[in-house]
């Protein structure tokens, strides 16, 4: 369900209201503090909250720029994996052409098969954290050409050793596709990625300031670019969602050479 619904939103609005959010909740945390805590018990203390507050500051950053960086990562892993499947795939494609007419024949529809199911159906079930049972289907009948053709001549023997080894690539490129499309930050770690947050917000609110607007803005400048982080890694953790997303264009322009090069 999480995944449905980011899936039907673009990411500039979707940014655009978690900062708008973000800034309300700053903002309105300093006005609540202000209401509920004595200002000038607080003033006493500013250097004890400050002390605390640069503490916990130290420690949720080192744990935000971890999570920008897993995801980052995936991310840019994931997007060179969807790549590396369609050259993989392209190049299948080459080696049926190479074969004899009827061993290459087969290979060639199944690689074609295989690219359009993906580039369709399982790019559209992996916006939604899901697999395409199409998609492993396609790539079990791939599977076939292992099975059936037996190399006649040394020439057979090397065609047929490359297209094992592109189909076994194929099959480590879809897990790690299927993987990223679930997302790398387990929901513990979100807990504390918008729990820390909130806790750094609540100790801005707790600082004793003469001037409440000036508190009020500073609170939401930072609640603001704290959502704006968050937003960052979400992003980057739904890698075919949103307007960021990584696209199927590989599998297509795959699907075009196909198509020029029968």
């Not at 003033?43 to 744990?63: F, P, Q, R, S, T």
């Not at 499309?181 to 947050?197: C, K």
């Not at 609540?202 to 400048?221: K, Y």
């Amino acid at each position: 369900m999480f995944h449905d619904f980011l899936n039907s939103l673009p990411n500039i609005p979707l940014a655009i209201a978690i900062l708008l959010i973000s800034a309300l909740v700053g903002a309105g945390m300093v006005y609540l503090f202000r209401r509920l805590l004595d200002q000038q018990m607080l003033k006493e203390h500013n250097d004890l909250i400050g002390a605390i507050y640069n503490m916990v500051g130290v420690v949720y950053a080192v744990m935000m720029a971890f999570a920008v960086f897993i995801v980052w990562e995936q991310f840019d892993v994931t997007k060179t994996a969807v790549e590396q499947e369609a050259n993989a795939l392209v190049s299948l494609h080459g080696i049926g052409r190479a074969l004899p007419p009827d061993a290459g024949r087969v290979l060639k529809a199944d690689v074609e098969n295989y690219g359009r199911v993906v580039a369709g159906d399982e790019w559209d079930q992996m916006a939604l954290a899901r697999s395409s049972d199409k998609s492993a289907q396609a790539l079990q009948q791939m599977t076939r050409f292992e099975r059936d053709f037996y190399p006649a001549t040394d020439r057979e023997a090397v065609l047929y050793d490359q297209a094992v080894e592109h189909i076994a690539s194929l099959n480590s490129f879809r897990r790690l596709r299927l993987q990223a499309s679930r997302g790398q930050i387990p929901p513990p770690m979100w807990v504390l990625l918008i729990g820390g947050g909130m806790f750094m917000l609540g100790f801005t609110a707790m600082f004793g300031a003469n001037n409440a607007r000036l508190h009020a803005a500073l609170a939401a400048v930072l609640a603001a670019a704290l959502g704006f982080t968050l937003f960052i890694i979400l992003a980057l953790d739904t890698p075919y969602t949103g307007s960021f997303r990584i696209t199927p264009d590989p599998f297509q322009a795959a699907l075009a050479t196909f198509e020029a090069n029968p």
